[in-house]
Every structure is written in structure tokens, then in C-alpha cells.
């Protein structure tokens, strides 16, 4: 994870196409700019980041099950619950769940744990929309890095 | 049994915080209610689950703005729903 890029998944460690889910694997970095201020002496990993490294794993989980035909731009989060405090050095485990595929958007279901424990979960809905000038290769490059790996591609 | 336009208006008043009662069959969900694109998804997404269908936003988007379709066939609620009626007869 480097935060001050919003790199937020290190690597995907399930893409299960029939499945319609996908588990990432990620740890909270022991040093951050963000932790001097999230909160002084008390380094936590802010809620609005967990947020977004769920938004991640389920656009990778989107790009994944499309093919990188459209880009996933996150349009809601409902029911986000934030349970338990993570912070530096954390391992994490992403987990996403398609659970509709409407028309031009999508939404899933995602959660992150630690040791067993769920830290956080939310419903998340994407727009999707043709990509924009150069993203899809670039997309496609960190998909790769980080080990999304479609059969039959 | 509810009636389609009635579920529609439940959805929308749910989704979209608007009065049960601003909601006719004569309204036009952009127009008259106000909806923005975004709630426009979320109530797409709860007819989808309602009736076990998949509203065709981008065909009818792509439609609407290439002059082919007026809007009204979409967003006018008694005609939503009578697509919506014909989506499901559909799917047999």
C-alpha cells in the first residue's frame, strides 16, 4: 500500500470469474504522511482509505469481470460500517462480491479483515463508463501488477 | 397486488426522499421530481431487484439523445412502468 498514491491493493490473490468475486491482499504501511495527521502519536488508518481500498478491490473485481471493456467510477457507498481501528503494519484481506450487474453501473459488496476480524464492509455502486483517453492500457498494466490475471485474455 | 406504477412510486419516494403523494403517474422523474442521474441509478438498481429485470439505461440513453425517442417514453412514470411491464412479460 502506498497511500500518498492511493495505491491501495498490493496484490490480487483470488479472481474468481464464475464466482463473481475477487480477495486482494494489502498491508498498512508502517510509515505514512497520513499518520502524522490520523492522528498525532496515534497512527489509524482513516475510514475514508479503507473506503477506497474497497472501492478498489471491487473496480478490479469490475474490470476483471468486463474485460476492461467500460471503467468503474464509484458513484455511492450505503451501508458503510467501519467495526475495528487498523494502523500501521496491518495485514488486510479485500474481499468483493458482484451482486448486480444493471445497466451502465454495477454494485458490490466488500469487506476488509485483519487476523480474521472484519474491519469494515459497505455496498458500493460504480458507473460505468467508456474509458477515457489511455486509461484502459494503463489500467490494464497495474491490473497486471498487482496479479489480476484473466484467462482466455 | 401492488401495481407496477404504484412499486415505481414507492421506490422513488424511498430512494429519493420525494413525498409519496408529488408522485402521479403523469410525473416525469427528471422534470417534475427533480431525480439527477445518480438517484436515476439507485432507482434503477431497486427496480432491477423489484422485478427481477435490467432496465436498458444505456440503450435508452443512447436513444433519447439521438433524437429518436423522446425522453417522456422513459421518464414519464406511467410509460416507465409500462416498459417495465413489458421487460418482465419478456423474460417470460
Redesign the interface.
Known amino acids: 500500500m502506498r497511500l500518498e498514491y492511493f495505491q491501495m491493493i498490493d496484490r490480487v490473490a483470488l479472481f474468481d470469474e464464475a464466482g463473481e468475486r475477487l480477495e486482494a491482499h494489502s498491508t498498512v504501511p508502517l510509515e505514512s504522511p497520513v499518520f502524522e495527521g490520523h492522528f498525532p502519536g496515534h497512527p489509524l488508518m482513516p475510514g475514508v482509505l479503507l473506503t477506497e481500498t474497497m472501492a478498489q478491490a471491487s473496480g478490479y473485481l469490475i474490470l476483471g469481470l468486463l474485460r476492461f471493456t467500460h471503467m468503474p467510477f464509484l ?2 457507498v450505503e451501508k458503510a460500517k467501519f467495526r475495528s481501528f487498523v494502523g500501521p503494519g496491518a495485514p488486510l484481506v479485500i474481499s468483493a462480491a458482484r451482486v ?6 454495477a ?1 458490490t459488496r466488500t469487506k476488509i479483515a485483519s487476523d480474521g476480524k472484519t474491519i469494515c464492509d459497505a455496498e458500493l ?1 460504480f ?1 460505468l463508463l467508456p474509458f477515457p483517453d489511455g486509461l484502459s492500457a494503463q489500467m490494464r498494466a497495474q491490473a497486471a501488477d498487482i496479479g489480476l490475471v484473466l484467462e482466455n485474455a | 397486488m401492488a401495481s407496477t406504477f404504484e412499486t415505481v412510486a414507492d421506490i422513488i419516494a424511498d430512494t429519493s426522499d420525494i413525498p409519496r403523494d408529488q408522485i402521479t403517474p403523469e410525473s416525469h422523474a427528471i422534470d417534475d421530481l427533480g431525480v439527477d442521474s ?1 438517484a436515476f ?2 432507482i ?2 431497486a427496480i ?2 423489484a422485478f427481477g429485470i ?6 435508452w ?1 443512447q436513444e433519447v439523445n439521438e433524437g429518436k425517442v423522446p425522453a417522456e417514453q422513459y421518464f414519464v412514470l406511467k410509460n416507465l412502468s409500462a416498459r417495465i411491464d413489458e421487460l418482465v412479460a419478456a423474460k417470460g
Open positions: 458513484a455511492s448486480h450487474q444493471g445497466s451502465g453501473y454494485v455502486m458507473r | 445518480l441509478l439507485d434503477a438498481f432491477d431487484k435490467k432496465l436498458p439505461l444505456e440503450q440513453t
